[in-house]
């Protein structure tokens, strides 16, 4: 189903959104990285819509969440769905700039 490319990119994209989770703190903070571990799971399991969903829900807790970016970008590539996965790329690219 999936490319050697595509799991390697996915793979890894999964280890740098646990290394970020891993440094979260309490609060919003602890939400993120609620959001996160649950996106990275859905992606585990190819639930992509939901993964999605997750990654949204933490753009709207943390707009400048760059792994959120990443990996809703990652998603979309995974869904095939190329514009949108360059969009969030550019979106969290801007992000960083601001």
């Avoid at 280890?15 to 609060?27: K, R």
């Amino acid at each position: 189903m999936f490319s050697g490319r595509r799991i390697c990119y996915l793979s890894v994209i999964l280890i740098l959104l646990f290394t970020f989770a891993a440094g979260c703190g309490g609060g919003a903070g602890a939400k993120v990285t609620k959001q996160l571990e649950l996106a990275v799971k859905y992606l585990s399991e190819n639930k992509f819509e939901e993964a999605i969903l997750a990654y949204q829900e933490v753009i709207k807790i943390d707009p400048q969440n760059v792994q959120a970016y990443k990996g809703l970008s990652v998603t979309y590539y995974l869904l095939g769905k190329t514009d949108q996965a360059e969009q969030g790329l550019q979106d969290g690219t801007f992000t960083i700039v601001l």
